[in-house]
Structures are given as structure tokens and as C-alpha cells.
């Protein structure tokens, strides 16, 4: 009697079926692969990560005949951006609303956005999924790949891992994700290194930092009429860009320009984004005796954002880790303020290191230490020279190592080279095995 041979299941990739070109005799060519994006939020919800991902996805088909399909839940704003952001090989589709949190009240919620991502799969045939977050799409990534031998590409922010590393079950959910991928994309250096330091091998991660899109972070004259709208006429105009939460350290620029007030009292700051801690920023801005030094100019439309970065005179944001380990992962907006040619300041924490290059593009300094803001700020607001040279290193520096199409290149070969592994694999009859 032969002996009992078991069974390999086939690779779940439909390069024979909607991907034709992966064939035999044509794995070079690329014409029509089928890509499924999972992630909890999109734009134009604000957040880097969400900029990260439009910002490769949709220059992915640059590269060849590919199909892009974001999946992922509403938020304000969705209609009118996904109608101009769509395209024929770019699209959006959406159902839900976004988690609130990972607590386990929530955790019935991944339901639907499974059952869509089964539907969807069936009936489009992707050749990759790629899952932006670890909850619901990493999860959701497991189970198809489980099932399906569907290949899935992970991310991980450096936050993803800080955060789960203080949470009971987080880390045992975390670490299947990510052993289970294809391939994980670390947005930055420390990223990476958590990777690492969680038994990810080396030769599985892809660092893909973020871009700047230089067609639109472009220096051109200030607008007098958001000059008038902020009282900015005059003024020397210190800037933070970014949600009003506690780890980006608002609270930490306001006490800087209550010392700085002192000697400098034409300095603003201007703070633009909205979020849950305003109304406490608010207050502190009264405790310190500078409300009027203070614009809180609330959400402005993305598009406005290149004309808010041109008004200040530096940027800063003093981003620090949360005790819930919440932190920055990488920092786009110090790249967005150098490609404007303005000089940047950010908190010594997190993945900031890869976007500020210190001394050269800006300052990186301690979040515990007030002084050592209000240092950099003076140095900065009264020397003019200071700050040309500096925000000319950080325009450069963005020219020439931040482009957002060769990010999306080296994603395009990632996703391109697993669908050929998968190809190869596929090849070996299934009922082949180890004797």
C-alpha cells in the first residue's frame, strides 16, 4: 500500500484567472494584477498614515495596468473626496464607520467589514491584500490567508507596536499579523527596529518612509488674505499643523511662547487642526496670560494646508510618548514644512529622527524640558539668516530623498514579486509532497 500523502493546498492567487499576464511565460509583465487596501480609515480623515496611504496607492498604476481598491469605512467628507479622487484604476469603496477603539466592546464591529472583504474577494479576485491597520483589516488578513492562501501585505507605524505592547491580549493578536505577512512595511526606521525586536525577520520588512509631494508643498508668496483672517499681519508666526491631542504636545509650544512673549511680543502662535483636547488648550492659553497671541484656526481643507505652512516663520511640534505608549511614528509634517523652506522643531521621541536630520532641517528636542523649546524658538525667530539656512537644508534634503513615486515604486515591486512567488508555488501540483 503507498504511504499516506498529505495534501498542500493551493496558493490563493488568481494570476491564471483575472491576471493572465503572470503566465508561464510572461512573469515580467504586470498588466491587470488586482490589489484590495484594507484599512479602518481614509482620507480625507486627518492623520498621517491616511496621507501615507493615498499618497502610495494611488501611484501604484503608474507602474503598470494595476487595479487599486481602497476598502475602508466613512468619515466627514468622504463623498466629495472620493469623487475626485477616484479614478478608473483607482477606487474607493466604502461602507461603516470607523472603530472608535480596541477595546473588546468594539471587537463585534470587524464583523461587517469581514463579510465585505469575503464578498469583495470573491467577486474581484485580488492578486494581494494589503492591510493598513492591525484592527479589523490585520485580523480580517489572517483569517483570508488562512483560508484562501490569499498573500497579504502588513504596516506597522512604530505606534502599532508601542501601544499593543501595554495591552493583555494586543500583543499575542499583533505578532500572528505580522508573522502571517508576505511582507511588513515599516513607515521608518524605529518602526523597523520594534519589528525586530518582536521576532519579525529582517528579510521580511520593506521601510517605505513617507513622501512629500513637492507639486504641491511648494514655496509661492503668503496670502494676505489669511493674513487678515488670523491678524498674522507682522507677526513672527510659530506653527503647528495636527490633530489637537495630547501626544502632540500643543501644551508644551504654548508655555514656550509664554516665555518668549516676554522679550519677543510680536510672536502668534498659530494652530491649525481641531480635536478633543481644544477646549483645554484654550484654557491654558488664558492661565498663561496669551490668548491673544494664540489663533486656533480649527480644520482647514487640505488643500489650504501648503498656504498655512508658507505664513509661519518655523514650525513646531513637540510630539511625545503617551504613557499608553502613543506616539509619532515618523513625523510627515516636518517634511511638509521643510519642502515650504521653513525650519522645523519636534520632540526628541518616537520615529521623528528619519523626518528632522538635527542641526541640518531643524531641532529635535527633549519633551520634559520647556527651556530647551524656548531656546531653539528664540534662536530661531531672531536670527532670519539662521532660519533661510536651515529651512533651505530641509527643502533640499525633501527634493532629494522624499519623493513620494519612488516610495510607491518600491511598494509596486513588493506587491509584484509576492504575486510571482505565489505563481512559482502554484506551479507544484497539488498533490505533490515530501515523501
Given at each position: 500500500?503507498?504511504?499516506n500523502r498529505?495534501?498542500?493546498?493551493?496558493?490563493?492567487?488568481?494570476?491564471?484567472?483575472?491576471?493572465?499576464?503572470?503566465n508561464?511565460?510572461?512573469?515580467?509583465s504586470?498588466?491587470?494584477t488586482?490589489?484590495?487596501?484594507?484599512?479602518?480609515?481614509?482620507?480625507?480623515?486627518?492623520?498621517?498614515?491616511r496621507?501615507?496611504?493615498?499618497?502610495?496607492y494611488r501611484?501604484?498604476p503608474?507602474?503598470?495596468?494595476?487595479?487599486?481598491t481602497?476598502a475602508t469605512?466613512?468619515?466627514?467628507?468622504?463623498?466629495?473626496?472620493d469623487?475626485?479622487?477616484?479614478?478608473d484604476?483607482?477606487r474607493?469603496v466604502?461602507?461603516?464607520?470607523p472603530?472608535?477603539?480596541?477595546?473588546?466592546?468594539?471587537?463585534?464591529?470587524?464583523?461587517?467589514?469581514f463579510?465585505?472583504?469575503?464578498?469583495?474577494v470573491?467577486r474581484e479576485?485580488?492578486?494581494?491584500?494589503?492591510?493598513g491597520?492591525?484592527?479589523?483589516?490585520g485580523?480580517?488578513?489572517?483569517?483570508?490567508?488562512?483560508?484562501?492562501?490569499?498573500?497579504?501585505?502588513?504596516?506597522?507605524?512604530?505606534e502599532?507596536i508601542?501601544?499593543?505592547d501595554?495591552?493583555?491580549?494586543?500583543?499575542?493578536?499583533?505578532?500572528?499579523?505580522?508573522q502571517?505577512?508576505?511582507?511588513?512595511?515599516a513607515?521608518?526606521?524605529f518602526?523597523?527596529q520594534?519589528?525586530?525586536?518582536i521576532?519579525?525577520?529582517?528579510s521580511?520588512?520593506?521601510?517605505?518612509?513617507?513622501?512629500?509631494?513637492?507639486?504641491r508643498?511648494t514655496e509661492?508668496?503668503?496670502?494676505?488674505?489669511?493674513?487678515?483672517k488670523w491678524n498674522?499681519?507682522?507677526?513672527k508666526?510659530?506653527?503647528t499643523v495636527a490633530?489637537?491631542?495630547?501626544?502632540?504636545?500643543?501644551?508644551l509650544?504654548?508655555?514656550a511662547i509664554?516665555?518668549?512673549?516676554?522679550?519677543l511680543?510680536?510672536?502668534?502662535?498659530?494652530?491649525?487642526?481641531?480635536?478633543?483636547?481644544?477646549?483645554?488648550l484654550?484654557?491654558?492659553?488664558?492661565?498663561l496670560?496669551i490668548?491673544d497671541?494664540?489663533?486656533?484656526?480649527?480644520?482647514?481643507?487640505e488643500?489650504?494646508?501648503?498656504?498655512?505652512?508658507?505664513?509661519?516663520?518655523?514650525?513646531?511640534?513637540l510630539?511625545?510618548?503617551?504613557?499608553?505608549?502613543?506616539?509619532?511614528?515618523?513625523g510627515?509634517?516636518?517634511?511638509?514644512a521643510n519642502a515650504?523652506?521653513?525650519?522645523v522643531?519636534?520632540?526628541?521621541?518616537?520615529g521623528?529622527?528619519?523626518?528632522?536630520?538635527?542641526?541640518v532641517?531643524?531641532?529635535?528636542?527633549?519633551?520634559?524640558?520647556?527651556?530647551?523649546?524656548?531656546?531653539?524658538?528664540r534662536?530661531?525667530?531672531?536670527?532670519a539668516?539662521l532660519?533661510?539656512?536651515?529651512?533651505e537644508?530641509?527643502?533640499?534634503?525633501?527634493?532629494r530623498?522624499f519623493?513620494?513615486?519612488?516610495?510607491?515604486?518600491?511598494?509596486?515591486?513588493?506587491?509584484?514579486?509576492?504575486c510571482?512567488?505565489?505563481h512559482?508555488?502554484?506551479?507544484?501540483?497539488?498533490w505533490?509532497?515530501?515523501?
Amino acid at each position: 500500500m503507498p504511504p499516506n500523502r498529505s495534501v498542500r493546498q493551493r496558493p490563493f492567487c488568481y494570476l491564471d484567472r483575472e491576471n493572465k499576464q503572470l503566465n508561464n511565460s510572461a512573469l515580467s509583465s504586470d498588466r491587470g494584477t488586482k490589489i484590495l487596501m484594507l484599512t479602518d480609515s481614509f482620507m480625507p480623515h486627518a492623520g498621517g498614515s491616511r496621507k501615507y496611504y493615498y499618497n502610495l496607492y494611488r501611484r501604484l498604476p503608474d507602474f503598470g495596468d494595476m487595479q487599486v481598491t481602497i476598502a475602508t469605512k466613512k468619515v466627514p467628507g468622504w463623498k466629495e473626496f472620493d469623487q475626485r479622487a477616484s479614478t478608473d484604476s483607482f477606487r474607493i469603496v466604502r461602507r461603516f464607520r470607523p472603530l472608535s477603539t480596541w477595546r473588546l466592546s468594539e471587537l463585534p464591529k470587524g464583523l461587517g467589514p469581514f463579510l465585505q472583504t469575503v464578498w469583495h474577494v470573491y467577486r474581484e479576485r485580488p492578486a494581494v491584500l494589503h492591510v493598513g491597520d492591525l484592527y479589523p483589516p490585520g485580523v480580517i488578513g489572517v483569517i483570508l490567508q488562512k483560508m484562501m492562501g490569499l498573500p497579504y501585505v502588513a504596516y506597522c507605524h512604530g505606534e502599532d507596536i508601542a501601544i499593543t505592547d501595554r495591552a493583555r491580549y494586543w500583543p499575542r493578536i499583533r505578532d500572528v499579523i505580522y508573522q502571517g505577512a508576505s511582507a511588513v512595511v515599516a513607515n521608518a526606521e524605529f518602526a523597523r527596529q520594534n519589528l525586530l525586536r518582536i521576532g519579525i525577520p529582517d528579510s521580511r520588512i520593506v521601510k517605505i518612509t513617507p513622501g512629500v509631494d513637492l507639486e504641491r508643498f511648494t514655496e509661492r508668496s503668503a496670502r494676505e488674505d489669511l493674513k487678515q483672517k488670523w491678524n498674522l499681519a507682522g507677526k513672527k508666526i510659530v506653527l503647528t499643523v495636527a490633530r489637537l491631542v495630547s501626544r502632540k504636545g500643543h501644551d508644551l509650544v504654548l508655555r514656550a511662547i509664554a516665555r518668549l512673549k516676554q522679550d519677543l511680543p510680536e510672536v502668534v502662535y498659530l494652530i491649525v487642526g481641531h480635536g478633543p483636547d481644544e477646549q483645554r488648550l484654550q484654557a491654558l492659553a488664558v492661565e498663561l496670560g496669551i490668548k491673544d497671541a494664540v489663533r486656533f484656526a480649527g480644520h482647514v481643507p487640505e488643500e489650504l494646508l501648503p498656504d498655512c505652512y508658507n505664513l509661519c516663520d518655523v514650525f513646531a511640534m513637540l510630539n511625545r510618548e503617551e504613557a499608553n505608549g502613543d506616539l509619532e511614528g515618523f513625523g510627515m509634517v516636518f517634511l511638509e514644512a521643510n519642502a515650504m523652506g521653513k525650519p522645523v522643531i519636534g520632540g526628541r521621541s518616537g520615529g521623528t529622527a528619519e523626518a528632522i536630520e538635527d542641526n541640518v532641517s531643524g531641532f529635535r528636542v527633549a519633551v520634559d524640558q520647556v527651556e530647551e523649546l524656548t531656546g531653539a524658538l528664540r534662536m530661531l525667530l531672531t536670527d532670519a539668516n539662521l532660519r533661510r539656512r536651515i529651512g533651505e537644508a530641509g527643502r533640499e534634503r525633501v527634493q532629494r530623498e522624499f519623493q513620494w513615486r519612488d516610495r510607491a515604486r518600491k511598494l509596486y515591486d513588493v506587491t509584484m514579486e509576492i504575486c510571482r512567488t505565489q505563481h512559482r508555488e502554484r506551479r507544484t501540483p497539488v498533490w505533490a509532497s515530501p515523501e
